[in-house]
């Protein structure tokens, strides 16, 4: 058996690592500043690569920082898929939603600032939150379990209360973020059609998946 990994498989293996290494930094200086305007010198600097090596994986600075976002935005969601496998009912998926990304807030900073900061440009995005809440709101309209009728119209809506929600998180950490998350949701749950006491009551259920 060979002793080491063949040369092809490690050049692509330290290529994966490069690209991985400026993204992490990019997405560090969203996290820290919400600012764009750092350098590629100072992002290969923090990603410590050289500066051709940027090159190498993306054509602008701002390439790097919409990739950044995207792939933190495909974090959270796949983050939020694994912990509502299961869930048969639209509106406890919504509401579950709301209150897992609002207990990131501590437990994944970097993440809840690129979503406050760049979350609404990406609420129709085809990656990350956007395509899975677009497919929970769809569920729900065909069942019936939302009566809304326009399930693109209602993402805007949805995806712009979470985005102040997590905002509200960060801004005002002295506040109960789990009853704050659920007070939201409830009212998401209620502007999309779900009865009042309904909508109540599925938002104070356990949270699924994992504690």
Do not use: W
Not at 41 to 54: C, H, K, P, T, Y
Not at 152 to 159: E, M, N, Q
Not at 184 to 192: F, H, I, Q, T
């Amino acid at each position: 058996m060979p002793t080491s990994a063949p040369p092809g498989n490690r050049f692509e293996r330290r290529r994966a690592e490069t690209r991985q290494a400026l993204v992490r930094a990019a997405r560090q200086v969203l996290a820290e500043t919400g600012d764009t305007s750092a350098s590629i010198q100072v992002i290969a600097e923090r990603a410590d690569v050289g500066l051709g090596s940027f090159y190498n994986h993306f054509e602008s600075k701002t390439e790097l920082f919409d990739v950044a976002v995207t792939e933190a935005l495909e974090e959270l969601g796949q983050f939020i898929d694994e912990r509502v496998r299961g869930v048969e009912d639209p509106a406890e998926v919504v509401a579950a939603s709301f209150r897992l990304t609002a207990r990131m807030a501590g437990s994944h900073p970097e993440l809840q600032q690129i979503l406050r900061d760049r979350g609404l440009a990406h609420i129709h995005s085809e990656r990350g939150l956007a395509p899975r809440a677009l497919r929970d709101l769809q569920r729900g309209i065909a069942s019936g379990r939302f009566t809304c009728a326009n399930a693109t119209i209602a993402l805007s809506a949805v995806g712009g209360t979470l985005v102040s929600l997590v905002a509200l998180r960060l801004a005002r950490p002295d506040l109960d973020g789990d009853e704050a998350a659920s007070e939201l949701a409830e009212m998401v749950l209620r502007m999309l059609g779900v009865p009042p006491a309904d909508a109540h009551e599925v938002t104070r259920r356990p949270l699924p998946g994992r504690s």
